[in-house]
């Protein structure tokens, strides 16, 4: 095997870090979430505001950004009775990109080793 256990292990870590956020990002819809959240400002947007521009019903829509919170890429914030959801996903993506630099460097590592070898 090329890959050391160790980054082997890394690898898997930062995977299973990121799957939540793949699996909530894959979606159409949520994507379209992500966006109006990002395009209501650092105030944040509720549930009704959104279902307002969307084909979808508010369970609907509270359904796709429960996944998002669960996923980490929103959170909500009490205000009176309403909930007003705000993009948290800066975090995420740091988590993707330590994946991605990862990945990188241990493709750079087995390419040496290959060369090496040769």
């Given at each position: 095997?090329?890959?050391?256990?160790?980054?082997?292990?890394?690898?898997?870590?930062?995977?299973?870090?990121?799957?939540?956020?793949?699996?909530?990002?894959?979606?159409?819809?949520?994507?379209?979430?992500?966006?109006?959240?990002?395009?209501?400002?650092?105030?944040?947007?509720?549930?009704?505001?959104?279902?307002?521009?969307?084909?979808?019903?508010?369970?609907?829509?509270?359904?796709?950004?429960?996944?998002?919170?669960?996923?980490?890429?929103?959170?909500f914030?009490?205000?009176?009775?309403?909930?007003?959801?705000?993009?948290?996903?800066?975090?995420?993506l740091?988590?993707?990109?330590?994946?991605?630099?990862?990945?990188?460097?241990?493709?750079?590592?087995?390419?040496?080793?290959?060369?090496?070898?040769?």
């Amino acid at each position: 095997m090329k890959i050391s256990d160790d980054d082997l292990a890394l690898l898997h870590e930062l995977f299973s870090k990121c799957g939540p956020l793949f699996i909530a990002l894959g979606d159409e819809i949520r994507q379209k979430l992500i966006l109006d959240i990002l395009d209501a400002g650092e105030n944040g947007v509720n549930v009704m505001t959104l279902a307002a521009g969307s084909k979808l019903s508010r369970p609907a829509i509270s359904h796709h950004l429960k996944i998002l919170k669960d996923s980490g890429v929103v959170s909500f914030e009490k205000q009176g009775t309403q909930a007003f959801y705000k993009l948290t996903i800066q975090k995420k993506l740091a988590e993707v990109e330590s994946l991605i630099q990862s990945t990188f460097r241990i493709i750079d590592e087995v390419n040496k080793q290959e060369s090496k070898e040769k």
